[in-house]
């Protein structure tokens, strides 16, 4: 057994320490027990001693020992090659008057040219005295990385390494606009009622419904959402872009049956615990009762139940609802909101929610 490899395998690790036996396991594994040797093994081992690749654990020496001959301790330490400094360090202490490179200063292993491109973009912002606006993160992020997108999607470690935030460079994040009908003659600051479904073909329906001036399983929203799946999560806050008192109004939700559906409810509920947010129960009750033939999931849905503990908490005590609910988790299938058509809606005999 070369112990090229396994210097390689331990120093993939995360973890600075680790045991015998685990690596005995995957050598073992590496390689196939047939052609696996313990004698060889210790020997690999006590070459990366002397070669100064790891270290026994000193204070687990004494009564932590394999039983094996030869004889090696169970607890060891991979000892990381200390890395020259990449940059320039005249440069680094001209930016440190500006920004925070402590990090970077004690992990030269992450000194590459593509950060610090990106640090003295930053540090030219910051020293740049021109008045600064706030504007969109899609904008400074172009302005500042050359990629609309580099911001939101891969900055959080690089801003957390130079202890900085969003707010540091004035970026607004704006929420999302949905689409939306609301109540003609009704202002917005007179909403009280709001009514989110999941899919477009249900908020479609739902609004020709209305338009007709008929009730959604006894609901008459002062406003309809289309929640768009998973994307009501990061929209939702434009209700108070659009000047509808929140705190006023009670916000019924009705998704699929199904585990996203479920889950969607659920973070809903979690990320904002001061919108009034509840199941639109009569709507699930009618789904229940017309989807008659459940579609299975596809996979990738989710199968925590503390992810959807919330949903199953709204509908306890509602019968037909909690069942069906049940049985969607359990069986992994989904009974769509577009059981719901025009006809079905429309022969609805309206009732209370």
């Not at 073992?28 to 004698?39: D, R, T, V």
């Not at 740049?128 to 172009?142: A, G, I, N």
């Amino acid at each position: 057994m070369s112990t090229k490899w396994i210097k390689t395998y331990l120093e993939s690790l995360k973890r600075q320490t680790f045991d015998i036996f685990s690596l005995e396991k995957t050598v073992q594994n590496h390689i196939g027990m047939k052609a696996f040797e313990y004698a060889s093994f210790a020997n690999d081992i006590k070459a990366l001693e002397r070669d100064g690749v790891i270290e026994p654990v000193k204070s687990k020496m004494k009564n932590h020992q394999n039983g094996r001959f030869p004889v090696l301790p169970i607890y060891w330490r991979v000892l990381r090659m200390k890395e020259e400094p990449r940059w320039d360090m005249r440069k680094m202490v001209q930016l440190a008057a500006v920004i925070d490179l402590s990090f970077y200063q004690s992990h030269p292993e992450c000194q590459t040219e593509e950060t610090w491109r990106r640090i003295e973009s930053v540090a030219a912002f910051f020293m740049d005295l021109t008045p600064k606006s706030w504007v969109e993160r899609e904008e400074r992020s172009y302005q500042l990385f050359h990629d609309e997108k580099w911001l939101k999607e891969k900055s959080a470690e690089f801003l957390r390494r130079l202890k900085l935030s969003l707010s540091d460079l004035y970026v607004q994040v704006s929420p999302e606009p949905f689409v939306h009908w609301h109540k003609p003659g009704k202002l917005l600051e007179d909403t009280r009622e709001i009514l989110i479904v999941e899919n477009r073909a249900i908020y479609h329906t739902c609004l020709r419904i209305m338009r007709e001036g008929l009730p959604v399983c006894g609901f008459r929203p002062d406003m309809l959402i289309y929640g768009e799946g998973n994307h009501i999560h990061t929209s939702l806050p434009y209700l108070m872009e659009l000047g509808v008192p929140v705190g006023l109004c009670t916000i019924f939700y009705s998704g699929d049956f199904d585990p996203s559906g479920f889950w969607i409810y659920s973070k809903l509920r979690r990320t904002y615990p001061d919108y009034p947010i509840h199941l639109a129960l009569s709507l699930y009750a009618s789904i229940a009762y017309h989807a008659r033939v459940p579609v299975e999931v596809k996979p990738g849905q989710p199968k925590g139940e503390d992810d959807v503990q919330i949903f199953f908490e709204d509908c306890s005590g509602y019968q037909d609802v909690e069942l069906a609910a049940r049985r969607s988790w359990k069986e992994r299938h989904r009974l769509p909101q577009e059981a719901l058509s025009y006809e079905v809606l429309k022969g609805e005999v309206p009732h209370e929610h």
